[in-house]
């Protein structure tokens, strides 16, 4: 079965981590571009981090930028977001995203994406 199921998510204080992974199971994450977006409530969905699996190139949004890193183990078909200094306003529910790429391109818009996985909520609060 051709799925990615995320885990990792939980409630956190603020300045605090948590890692997300991001499994893919079903297909091998080569020439793909991984995607993690997250939704808070009432707002829009937004693309927070991208990786393409070949290249290994990476996109951070500019509210996460120097705090979160992505990185992919291909070993274990795995795709990692580590959080660092949460804040607030990062509680959401993260999803984890992918699509096939030709060279290495990364897409940053959800709607080009056409496998998601089912969401790990991150809450910070103290």
């Known amino acids: 079965q051709v799925q990615l199921v995320e885990s990792g998510g939980g409630l956190v204080q603020p300045g605090g981590s948590l890692r997300l992974s991001c499994a893919a199971s079903?297909?091998?994450?080569?020439?793909?571009?991984i995607g993690w977006f997250r939704q808070a409530p009432g707002k829009e969905r937004e693309g927070v981090s991208f990786?393409?699996?070949?290249?290994?190139?990476?996109y951070y949004v500019a509210s996460v930028k120097g705090r979160f890193t992505i990185s992919i183990d291909n070993a274990k078909n795995t795709v990692y977001l580590q959080m660092n200094s949460l804040k607030p306003e990062d509680t959401a529910v993260y999803y984890c995203?992918?699509?096939?790429?030709?060279?290495?391109?990364?897409?940053?818009?959800?709607?080009?994406?056409?496998?998601w996985g089912q969401g790990t909520q991150v809450t910070v609060s103290s």
């Open positions: 990786i393409s699996s070949s290249k290994n190139t990476t």
């Open positions: 079903g297909f091998v994450l080569d020439y793909y571009v």
């Open positions: 995203a992918t699509r096939r790429t030709r060279l290495g391109y990364l897409y940053l818009q959800s709607y080009e994406y056409d496998l």
